[in-house]
């Protein structure tokens, strides 16, 4: 199978929600996510940063050790 070449990491999380929704993307510890959850996750956390103003081309801090919610925070 080929893969595309993307600019931006949610966009091969846009990909694999499409061609194979149970396709596993992200396993940390004891949690797994495969790409339609990864998708649905991501889409509302980048709805909430939408909604406190957050606009394209803002950066974003966040003070997180490596755990899900940074992966999850960096994809959105």
Known sequence: MDIPKF??????VDY????D???PLIRFKW???NAKELKETID???KAFISLGVK???RIITILPMT???ALTYIA
């Open 31 to 33: 949690k797994k996510y």
């Open 56 to 58: 394209r081309g803002d």
């Open 68 to 70: 899900m919610e940074f």
């Open 44 to 46: 509302q956390l980048a």
């Open 21 to 23: 929704p149970n396709f």
């Open 7 to 12: 600019d931006y990491l949610w966009q091969y």
């Open 16 to 19: 694999w929600a499409t061609q």
